[in-house]
């Protein structure tokens, strides 16, 4: 058997979309993915324009429903707002990490090996592309972001009025997020503090926010209900360049997924991970992709502190709402956080 130059640990989109960028680079590249796609995951399922830009250029685009930007509701004030340039994919993600893992498994120097979970062999350099909860955080610690919060995605048929924006609606008790998948049906994620928290979560939203009642009232779930807790991870060291380690993806941090950036993050820093490992300046990749991640986490704690209630947030739409378009171009990366709340 050839040996190869690059364990990557995971195969969701971080170590899918690097093993295609490596292996077209001619780096010898075996994957490991302990699951078998496809595989549901608790996820909002929204890429923002800069991953699907970054995804073109690695991958090409599959077929998913298109958004335009994004409508916020709060207490019957609603705002729309639309992406600077270009367009957002809604993903579903079962389909979407099958389809980039199959294309990873097809591109030459990859061995992907699904169904298999990482024992500890390696090559020379190993790459934690396993999630936000990744086994490696023993090596490089992360840290847990506050405020602790849990999020809960499922699939409905027969939800009313689905547009081209994904919808966010902020109440009191969370955040809901709707958005197309496709075939008539719709994903429907919501967000939660720990201390609000409820299982039923995402049925109680439905019901407490006016418009949803109406538009849910036929709604018939087609996935399981899904959970992930806790959500965003700031991790300070993402290379052991003694150890020939790096980390990508979620494993590297994660911002709050109120800010809908994870996997657009982790598509747009693929290629800095690939030339860092091609070229062996490991440091190049960790002060980028850390950067990168700072920007998402202050974001993240904004856009948290601006919908602390639904009273706050319905204030910010009304007479705040010239600050949503800058803050969408920093979520899309197209301005720092610093030139647009000036
Ligand atoms: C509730 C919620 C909502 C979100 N909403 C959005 C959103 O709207 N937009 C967005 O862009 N992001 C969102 N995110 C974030 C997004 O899900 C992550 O950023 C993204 O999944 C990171 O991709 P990844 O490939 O790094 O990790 P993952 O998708 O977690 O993939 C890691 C893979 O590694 C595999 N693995 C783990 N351990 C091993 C092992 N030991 N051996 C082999 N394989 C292993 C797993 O099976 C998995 O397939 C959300 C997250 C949550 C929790």
New binding site residues.
């Given amino acids: 058997m050839v040996k190869a130059d690059v364990t990557v640990?995971?195969?969701?989109?971080?170590?899918a979309a690097l093993a295609v960028e490596l292996g077209r680079r001619g780096v010898r590249v075996v994957l490991?993915?302990?699951?078998r796609h496809p595989r549901l995951?608790?996820?909002?399922?929204?890429?923002?324009p800069h991953?699907v830009a970054a995804l073109r250029d690695i991958a090409g685009v599959p077929e998913a429903p298109r958004v335009r930007g994004l409508r916020f509701v709060a207490a019957g004030v609603s705002v729309d707002a639309d992406f600077p340039e270009g367009s957002g994919l809604v993903v579903r993600r079962d389909r979407f990490?099958a389809w980039l893992f199959e294309l990873a498994a097809g591109t030459p120097n990859v061995d992907a090996r699904p169904g298999?979970?990482?024992r500890g062999s390696r090559s020379r350099l190993l790459v934690g592309?396993?999630?936000?909860r990744s086994?490696f955080h023993r090596r490089l610690p992360g840290t847990v972001a506050r405020p602790l919060r849990v999020?809960l995605?499922t699939h409905v048929a027969g939800l009313e009025r689905l547009g081209d924006r994904v919808e966010v609606f902020f109440h009191d008790d969370g955040e809901l997020y709707l958005a197309p998948s496709g075939g008539g049906e719709a994903l429907v994620?919501g967000?939660f503090d720990y201390s609000r928290f409820r299982p039923d979560g995402v049925t109680h939203l439905l019901s407490a926010i006016p418009e949803l009642r109406d538009r849910a009232a036929h709604i018939e779930p087609t996935t399981p209900l899904l959970a992930?807790a806790p959500?965003g991870l700031h991790v300070s060291r993402i290379v052991d360049e003694e150890d020939g380690l790096i980390l990508?993806?979620?494993?590297a941090g994660?911002p709050d997924?109120i800010t809908?950036?994870?996997?657009?993050l982790?598509l747009a820093s693929t290629r800095s991970a690939a030339d860092a490992i091609v070229s062996g300046d490991l440091r190049a990749y960790a002060r980028r992709r850390l950067a990168m991640g700072r920007t998402a986490n202050r974001l993240g704690r904004l856009m948290l502190r601006l919908s602390r209630t639904e009273r706050r947030a319905a204030w910010v739409l009304r007479d705040l709402s010239a600050l949503v378009p800058p803050l969408i171009a920093v979520a899309v990366g197209r301005t720092s956080l610093g030139s647009a709340t000036d």
């Fill in positions: 640990v995971g195969g969701g989109p971080a170590g490991y993915e302990k699951a995951k608790p996820c909002g399922e929204g890429l923002l991953g990490d298999t979970p990482y592309a396993d999630g936000a086994m999020g995605s994620a967000l992930s959500l990508v993806g979620g494993a994660t997924p809908g950036d994870g996997m657009a982790a």
